[in-house]
């Protein structure tokens, strides 16, 4: 229903119509849309979780470094994306209209820059980072959460990677949005090849080589 609907259209009725069902036995699990739509929010920050954790298990398995390891969880993440878009919209596409996702979403949605912070951390104690030439100026910029995600304030020269961290974070999710909703298509002769040299350019700002060589790593999920 999310896929023929949108998030937007999704409704106790539509499901129960299509699941054949009373709409009170779908009430009897969901009391109200938006405990249904939380449910698919956790489902799906969930799953492409999961698919980053199990990407990132086998290149660590391999003995990948940290700029494979990145590599690998962002095409796992990229990879579910295309799978699964109804629900890639629903968590990184334009707001449902009168939802407000609850806090029980916040630990799902924590799980992918866990994955990504996970990673920079590893590249920190394995002195597989180069310092950057200038750090983010003015008092600290992150709140109390972030800091605890990644494990506490680097020292310097890396004082600001735990910044930098969120813009490659964020620069992940903004390329993936870009490909799935086709906006690179007309101007990219190969948006796999695109993303990977992305990926690699983000990771730059962290100061993070990662591989070129498009065989270097592999997803398996």
Do not use: C
Request: charged residues 20%; glycine residues 8%; aromatic residues 6%.
């Amino acid at each position: 229903m999310l896929v023929k609907l949108g998030a937007g259209g999704l409704t106790l009725d539509a499901v129960a119509g299509d699941g054949g069902l009373a709409v009170a036995d779908v009430e009897a699990v969901f009391p109200h849309r938006d405990d249904l739509l939380t449910a698919l929010v956790i489902d799906a920050y969930d799953d492409s979780a999961a698919a980053m954790e199990r990407a990132d298990e086998a290149a660590r398995a391999a003995g990948a470094t940290a700029g494979a390891r990145l590599l690998a969880v962002t095409r796992a993440l990229r990879a579910w994306s295309f799978a699964n878009t109804a629900e890639f919209t629903l968590i990184y596409g334009s707001p449902v209209p009168g939802y407000h996702a609850p806090q029980d979403t916040v630990p799902p949605a924590s799980r992918t820059p866990a994955v990504l912070a996970g990673i920079v951390r590893s590249a920190l104690e394995a002195g597989e980072l180069t310092p950057p030439r200038r750090a983010v100026p003015g008092p600290p910029l992150l709140r109390p959460e972030a800091v605890e995600l990644f494990g506490g304030v680097p020292e310097a020269p890396f004082s600001d990677l735990v910044e930098r961290g969120i813009v490659l974070w964020s620069s992940l999710i903004g390329l993936l949005v870009f490909q799935v909703f086709s906006r690179t298509h007309d101007s990219v002769r190969d948006e796999s090849a695109y993303f990977d040299y992305a990926i690699a350019v983000a990771a730059e700002g962290i100061g993070l080589a990662v591989p070129s060589d498009r065989t270097t790593v592999t997803i398996t999920d």
